[in-house]
């Protein structure tokens, strides 16, 4: 499985972005994580196969929206209200053993090469 994420940019503190992660198979539950400078990556946000659940991090939660596509493979994740914490590259992820959405990172099994999401203030 190969993941492509894009969308990421430079973005004024309120604006908004979309990212969105296309792969190349058949993925199961999918997820969002982050990682800012000398920080370890974070859990964002994770989407079940279904897309019927969906799962946030605290810091995220009201402001992001993940989503999916199961047709074209393709996940996104809609990211309103910008703030300059949110300056990350944001990486997506799937996890071929779960149809779940969890944050558990250890436990996906592909990542992409990640988009960098910059927030100005």
């Known amino acids: 499985v190969q993941l492509q994420a894009s969308g990421g940019g430079l973005v004024q503190a309120g604006g908004s972005l979309r990212l969105s992660c296309a792969a190349s198979?058949?993925?199961?539950?999918m997820g969002w994580f982050r990682q800012a400078p000398g920080k370890e990556r974070e859990f964002v946000a994770a989407?079940?196969?279904?897309?019927?659940?969906?799962y946030y991090a605290d810091s995220v939660k009201g402001r992001f929206t993940i989503s999916r596509d199961n047709a074209k493979n393709t996940v996104y994740l809609q990211m309103n209200s910008l703030k300059p914490e949110d300056t990350a590259v944001y990486y997506c992820?799937?996890?071929?053993?779960?149809?779940?959405?969890?944050?558990?990172?250890?436990?996906?099994?592909?990542w992409g090469q990640g988009t960098q999401v910059t927030v100005s203030s």
């Open positions: 989407i079940s196969l279904s897309g019927f659940s969906t």
């Open positions: 198979g058949r993925t199961y539950g």
């Open positions: 992820a799937a996890d071929l053993g779960s149809s779940l959405a969890h944050g558990l990172r250890d436990q996906y099994d592909y």
